[in-house]
């Protein structure tokens, strides 16, 4: 390499550019550089050269690193170093972000700029295209909070298992003071969540506020404020087998509540979307056409789920929640009889 040792910044400037243009998966071609950098094509062959040592040298590149393929009309880099996702991935991530609205509008176009920006430098302008419509037109959430810092902040907590404190306030406005051993954040449906432990200083150690609780709580991210991690440190014997994939597959809406069982027939249009919703379901299909549908769950939003699905769903077991269900489907009805007096 010591052909390379006089060369200049705007040479180290250039040929890093290749690299990761090489790397995003650009096809270059010599005369098109040539241009580009205002050099002789010569000199883009020199680059290449570059690039070729330091491939075979650094990452252990044995066969040809950057061929010239007459096919393509350029040099290519046959196997990335980097991982560079591709045009198609940046989009299809972008597109999810902007449907999901956890972000206020200021970090929600910084997370879409850096994804573009990775892009191929052609295609920045088409996918900018594609997305300013939807950016424009973004419904930031009504809590209007930046959250970047706050989701690191607890995720930091989680992974040193440290003990927070924080006040938190509910629906109803009021605020209150928590300690916790937090175990997961989740996303649902526009908004964060910390699941945890309640905890209680008892004979100046921490103790868990609700001894007898089986599992955790849910509290929506945006809700906390005056968050800090604090020393004492409690790991719940909860936490020890905590699995927040498995509470994913098993939770609806972010309802806390008890594990339980639900057996349910089904008869509406798509099973597969019921498959989605419900990881854990077990179906089977009944003679008449309509599907019988078991699933271990968590919480209560399983009875806001089985209410979208309308007069196509009949809940068997168990017998608690078919009560709920019918009694709940009675003061509707009620609602819809009563005569609307008109204003």
């Not at 290749?18 to 650009?26: Q, V």
């Not at 295609?123 to 930046?146: A, S, V």
């Not at 209680?200 to 404020?225: F, G, H």
């Amino acid at each position: 390499m010591e052909q390379y040792e006089q060369i200049g910044k705007r040479e180290i400037f250039r040929i890093l550019h290749l690299f990761e243009r090489l790397n995003k998966g650009e096809i270059l071609s010599r005369e098109q550089l040539s241009k580009e950098y205002s050099v002789t094509e010569k000199t883009i062959q020199r680059d290449i050269g570059a690039l070729r040592d330091y491939l075979g040298e650094a990452h252990n590149k044995t066969d040809e690193p950057l061929p010239w393929l007459k096919s393509k009309g350029g040099y290519i880099l046959q196997e990335k170093v980097w991982r560079y996702q591709t045009n198609q991935q940046i989009l299809a991530a972008a597109k999810i972000l902007l449907e999901s609205r956890a972000f206020v509008k200021d970090e929600i176009k910084i997370l879409i700029d850096n994804l573009v920006f990775s892009s191929t430098p052609e295609q920045r302008p088409k996918i900018r295209e594609m997305l300013n419509n939807e950016l424009f037109h973004y419904h930031e959430p009504q809590h209007r909070r930046p959250l970047f810092g706050l989701i690191w902040q607890l995720s930091e907590a989680i992974f040193q298992e440290k003990t927070i404190e924080f006040h938190y306030t509910r629906q109803d406005g009021k605020k209150l003071h928590h300690i916790m051993s937090p175990l997961a954040i989740l996303f649902s449906e526009y908004y964060f969540y910390l699941i945890g432990i309640y905890l209680k200083r008892e004979d100046c150690r921490l103790a868990p506020q609700y001894p007898n609780q089986k599992y955790p709580v849910i509290l929506r991210a945006d809700r906390l404020e005056d968050l800090t991690a604090i020393h004492e440190k409690y790991i719940h014997p909860y936490s020890q087998r905590f699995e927040a994939g498995e509470l994913r597959k098993r939770i609806q809406f972010m309802y806390g509540g008890d594990k339980t069982t639900v057996v349910f027939r089904f008869w509406g249009s798509s099973i597969e979307a019921v498959k989605d919703r419900l990881p854990t379901a077990i179906v089977t299909k009944e003679p008449d056409g309509k599907y019988l549908v078991q699933a271990e769950v968590f919480g209560e939003g399983i009875k806001m789920w089985l209410f979208t699905q309308m007069d196509k769903v009949e809940v068997l077991s168990p017998p608690k929640l078919r009560d709920e269900m019918e009694q709940t489907a009675k003061r509707i009805v009620e609602i819809y009889q009563t005569k609307h007096i008109s204003q």
